[in-house]
């Protein structure tokens, strides 16, 4: 009940009626529309980590992960003008492009056990392939009980709405959930599973993003594998949702599941899956996979079709071409290791957490409580130096660093001479 | 409990192991993925209204409505590529893109009263946006009650799904839901408000596609109004799903509620709006949106991003450009006068139904009944005269012609010299 992730500490809704583009959004779009920003930024073009504004000033890219191998990439625009120069149709016809691309991915996974090998279904955002997860583990397990940490994120339909405490409101979780902390205590597991067994729901699932980024970002210690033993215990299953670490930004591999040492039953993706095309898709393992799909004629228009899959492929290609997991690893190493020499001896500034090219950044009061109208000035005065970052977390106070993948040592540097000037003007 | 949509009637699953792009597909994806016809067709390219297999094969596509304004049209094809070399982000920037297109959007929409100006809310599939929809609709009216057609489809998140009849399945309706006919009886759809009160869950929504698609085509006789009446009248809202009807399809105006006048509390659309772009949206009166957008803070990472809406445009562009909506009217006419001509005297075809560019025609047996069998015969047999069709209805028996916007009068012609050979096929 918080609004504390991505949803509101660092949006801003109305207001500025005296710019006219502003006040011409205001009048077609919906109050649910905020913007980033006390002074919002107006865009017109980018390239790699840099956006620009009308006026041509570069802004530094410190927070996208959609456009995750860099804004406009040429191999990327070209694959999508190809592939939509040539056909784009749908599922229920062969074509070569679903297959090749999920051969690719597949080739990523692990090994999923003795339950059989995995197999995909494509639709067009992270939330429709959560929503789908559950649907399929519903189906598997007979039950409907939901584990989720206290500040998940799943995304905006009804279902996964349900599943996600950050959301707060007027939208309440729904009965059949319990929430956790992103330390997953064993204690909690059990009196999540005990409880939800208790009121009728049994155990369908845990879902965790493995980087527990609406959380606050928790990377360590690596605690999600007894939860998934218990969770197993119980007749559920682990979803991995892998719209946040997933596709190499934890610089640890492919899937954030894997640092853990966990092989889900299903797992789940999108964002940056495409570099910006609606694309997502949830792998999942075949035997958990029958019920649904032998019984459920689902069939998504646009999930997978070749234009998807053609820029779905162009990112793989970007990401094996120019070793952009190595790329999250050393720079993530390296832009970690400045903001903790930073900040070592700021009282204002706590843990500086994070994995590969995904970093939280804690700010704190004088008392060294959690402060989030502090948070909220930092992310603002680094816009005005032209560094666009955000915040989250349960109380809205932690920094949210989380760059395309093409972030370089250079643009390290510019990050943090800024970020050293605004700590500086914090502490005056 | 029918199967007998999109879903199923014309959808084969697995098979053809021969075939290693099949075999490699039914490993890789899961088995919710079906074919069309009973040896699926294998495109490479496409161009207007013809699709291309390998071999330089001409199919007349008289099927698809996601690429509205042609296959490849280069104008739309023009409009992505530039945006996509430009920028691409989301909606918390400001952006001309997503305000323009808006502008130009509502200004096809009536003035809904005096709730004041309509809003939009975009997401990426039409699944999304009738969930968000019913979400809203809920928030509204405080109640969750919803009416829908017998045979209706609204999409595949489980909100959705549960109140979509013609999945069927192990996947049932939702104990708020209630069916009525595509004829909307009075007396059905007070039989409907009553027990949704009974039972206690009030009266949200009538959710109807104007044409009647998946219920297998109902254009006429104009029965929407007075059910609107009596829904309202109850504490509900309508809200139209223009995914099938919408942007011309019925050659009378750009929206198919139009026809029967009604002005809908939300509207609902998706598939040709961005002629195969994963683009979808919701408009919404002020009055009812304000409850909803007020309190939960929806976003949609890929939703009106600035490549969405530069493609949504460029359809708009076309639309206008080529005066697609009069097309419909008369190319649809004269498919439909010609349809009709040719089936008169055939015992085998009942009505020939429809609106604009969107036909049904009934197939019987011998006695008259509904023949599910003859109507997939049909369509296989006009698949390999390479003229592509589906069927739709509650007994799978209506064949269903649904052809991009463009389609000629030279592709009426050939579509009927085909027609005619495979209805004398079937009468021998």
Known sequence: MSFSNIMDSNSYQGGQLDDPLIAARNRVLGPAYRLFYEKPVHLVRASGTKLFDADGNDYL?????VASVGHCHPHVIDAVTRQLSTLNT???????GIVDYSQRLLATFPDPGPGGS???????????????????????TGATGIIVTEEAYHGNTAAVNAISPSIGGRTSLGPHVRTVSPQLEPAEIAAAIADLRENGF????????????????????LVLAPAVSAVRAA?????????????????????????HGVVPELVTMGKPMANGMPVAAMVARGDVLAGFANEVPYFNTFGGNPVSMAAAAAVLDVIEGEQLIANAAAVGGDLRAEVTRLTAENPRIGEVRGAGLYL???????????????????????????????VCGAHGNVLKVRPPLVFSMSDVDRFVAEFGEVLASLAE
Chains 1, 2 share one sequence.
């Open 61 to 65: 890219d410190a927070y996208n992960n």
């Open 118 to 140: 995995y197999q995909i279904m494509y639709a067009c955002t992270g939330s429709e392939v959560n929503d789908l997860a559950l649907r399929v583990a519903a189906m598997h």
């Open 202 to 221: 049994g155990v369908s699932a845990l879902i965790v993003d493995t980087i527990f980024s609406s959380d606050g970002i928790y990377p360590d210690p």
């Open 90 to 96: 749908h599922t229920r016809y062969l074509h070569e």
């Open 235 to 259: 007749g559920g299953v682990l979803i991995a949702d892998e719209v946040q670490p997933g596709f190499g930004r934890t610089g640890a591999g492919m899937w954030g599941f894997s640092r």
């Open 360 to 390: 939280g950044v804690e700010v704190l009061d004088a008392d060294g409580h959690p402060d989030r109208a502090a948070a909220r000035w930092i992310v603002n005065a680094m816009r005005e130096r032209r560094v666009l970052i955000s």
